[in-house]
């Protein structure tokens, strides 16, 4: 990793990963980068973490992703709600995990956790650096940058996009980015000194209204049914927020002290290829939508967490053919089916008296249990299945769907469940030698995990245990895994195969599958798994 800037005079710096943006996704890349023995240097216009209002919802998948990192001791125990929406329509998002419901974390907290771990595990965070050019070369992407102290040039083997739905690098390379632009767009204003009911969803005369109060800040929201969106250079002035609200509630709120105000449109763009070259993209960057049910965020982070482990592999050069475009061809069709889902939200949000038919209609519909589950497993991101069978090598198409033959589990994640281990340590002991432990403490290493629940598949996989962990444990009672099987699960937690040790070719193939083949000569550990270097943000 090149040095702190401060201490040299040096204006070209060389890493592995160079990683645009310091939101979510662009944080948690780098810690799956790092995890995974990756160079990792982030760039960031901003001085820091962002001081706005911005995303506050992390969904269950999200939530499960930072446990499994161990994540969740420091970010402690935040408000959770288990009712979220669709469309403004009242859902229930519990779910079989261990984290039901929608948590309540303002971003900024979200990007300062993220941010301390990537630099503990030696990730380099370099704050006020603006991307002004890029060369994709055969073997190298030259950045050119605006730093604090001057220009900037980078190399990097690859470079990720994370910047945000306005992405530079997208615009730099011209990437085909294509959808349809905002026809409609909500006023956002968080106010103190106010006092107005908190309003969910409220349908009126004349157009849709949110309030929500949290201490002495009030979050407004207002649509005018029927009035476009328009092209802004800024945010919205506090006077167009008033005098919306006041013609759709009928209240005046010109008293109020604007904290924070900003305007967003409905907007449904995606990338039509998340990766050119050496460069590829993650969150915002790669798909623009409304932030309606707070899953844009939540859908950066996963796909960070799906690209992080592949692209580490590639820099360590031990990744098989075709995995890390397993990343567009997984993470695309997911995102297309998350931007469908918002498109119809807007619709049933924004739209004017000639939706309440519809609106009625669906409705009575999540009242049925299997609509509503469906409906809070997309959102929420636990219905996520990719189709681990399909060889990306031969068709980069792909598919997040999955026959529905084979075993449940298959292209799922690995679900939240109490094991019980004879000896080892951590845990808690239900029995003499014998510990209990939860399946994402398994997975905090961030490296492949062959889970053996007594078929005894340990010694297929020994040679790839450089890169692969082999746990062999017993369920315990009322865990939704089998005894007598084996799976193996991919570091972003995710089933890759299952079946029983007679299996032992079907589990060779999956391994070479997704870890390549096995190195019986040189077996290594990522060395972030250990490291203690750290580097300042700036």
Not at 332 to 351: F, S
Request: hydrophobic share 40%.
């Amino acid at each position: 990793m090149a040095a702190d800037h401060q201490d040299t005079t040096q204006d070209t710096l060389s890493t592995d990963v160079l990683v645009v943006g310091a939101g979510p996704a662009g944080l948690m890349l780098a810690c799956e980068l790092r995890l995974g023995g990756a160079e990792v240097l982030v760039l960031d216009q901003r001085p820091g973490p962002t001081t706005e209002s911005r995303a506050s919802t992390l969904h269950a998948r999200t939530m499960e992703i930072l446990a499994a990192r161990g994540l969740l001791a420091e970010l402690g125990t935040p408000p959770c709600e288990p009712r979220g929406h669709f469309g403004g329509i009242g859902l229930d998002l519990t779910l079989p995990t261990s984290h039901p419901g929608q948590w309540k974390v303002p971003q900024q907290r979200t990007e300062e956790l993220l941010q301390d771990r990537a630099i503990a595990l030696g990730a380099d965070v370099r704050r006020r650096h603006q991307l002004v050019a890029l060369a994709d070369g055969p073997d190298r992407v030259t950045a050119e940058c605006l730093g604090p102290a001057g220009p900037v040039r980078i190399t990097a083997r690859f470079l990720v996009g994370c910047d945000g739905e306005d992405s530079t690098v997208r615009r730099l390379i011209g990437a085909d980015f294509p959808g349809r632009d905002a026809e409609r767009e909500l006023l956002r204003a968080d106010v103190s000194g106010v006092d107005t009911p908190d309003r969910r969803f409220q349908r009126l005369a004349n157009g849709l209204a949110i309030a929500a109060t949290r201490g002495e800040i009030t979050r407004v929201m207002v649509h005018e049914f029927g009035t476009p969106a328009r092209r802004r250079s800024g945010a919205p002035e506090f006077a167009e927020v008033v005098h919306a609200w006041q013609r759709v509630t009928g209240e005046d709120i010109s008293h109020g002290v604007p904290l924070w105000i900003n305007a967003f449109g409905d907007a449904n763009r995606q990338l039509a290829q998340y990766r050119h070259g050496r460069i590829l993209f993650a969150g915002d960057a790669a798909h623009q939508q409304m932030p309606s049910g707070g899953q844009a965020l939540n859908l950066g982070v996963q796909d960070s967490f799906n690209l992080g482990w592949k692209l580490a592999a590639e820099v360590r050069g031990d990744a098989p053919e075709g995995l890390l475009d397993s990343y567009h061809a997984e993470r695309h069709a997911v995102g297309a089916k998350v931007l469908a889902n918002i498109r119809a939200q807007t619709h049933l949000l924004l739209g004017g008296p000639e939706i309440e038919p519809v609106r009625a209609v669906l409705g009575e519909l999540i009242a049925l249990e299997e609509v509503r589950t469906h409906l809070a497993g997309m959102i929420s991101g636990l219905s996520v299945r990719y189709d681990v069978r399909h060889d990306v090598r031969h068709d980069a198409g792909g598919s997040d769907g999955h026959p529905d033959d084979g075993h449940p589990l298959l292209g799922r994640r690995l679900p939240p469940a109490e094991l019980i281990r004879t000896g080892g340590s951590g845990g808690h002991s239900p029995g003499d030698g014998e510990v209990t432990t939860g399946t994402p403490e398994l997975l905090t290493a961030g490296r492949g995990l062959l889970l053996d629940l007594g078929a005894g598949a340990e010694p297929a996989a020994r040679p790839w245990a450089d890169r692969v962990d082999t746990v062999t444990a017993r369920p315990a009672p009322g865990s939704p895994l089998r005894a007598g099987e084996a799976l193996l699960v991919r570091p972003d937690g995710h089933v890759a195969w299952a079946g029983p040790a007679t299996d032992a070719d079907g589990l060779r193939t999956a391994l070479r599958r997704w870890f390549g083949e096995p190195d019986r000569t040189q077996p290594r550990t990522p060395a972030a798994h250990h490291s203690t270097e750290t580097a300042a943000a700036r």
